[in-house]
């Protein structure tokens, strides 16, 4: 976990992400799949968020945006993680059981 502030953290993974190059369709979006080939295009996200320079950012980015939303206003695939990957480590950094 980084202590940078989060609009700088924010401006360096929209600059160097991967996914911000990707060319996305109303169908074909691997971060917010919304089709019945969800998690074949998770898999894909995954893939290009493994080789992500930024990839650690981009998942603390989502954490500190997400930390005060309800569970059902998270999704998608950011840094790797999908959402209930992502309210676990919300909740650990809060020290909330399961």
Known sequence: MTTEPTMLLEKRVY?????????????LDPWFPATEQE???EEVARRVCAGCPVKDDCGE?????????SRDRIHGIFGGMAPHQRIAAIQARRGVAR
């Not at 600059?15 to 169908?27: F, I």
């Not at 980015?61 to 939303?69: H, I, Q, T, V, Y």
Request: hydrophobic share 50%; charged share 30%; proline share 0%.
């Open 61 to 69: 980015l989502a954490l500190r945006k997400e930390r005060g939303l």
């Open 39 to 41: 998690s074949a295009l």
């Open 15 to 27: 600059a160097r992400g991967l996914c911000t190059k990707a060319v996305l369709t109303a169908d």
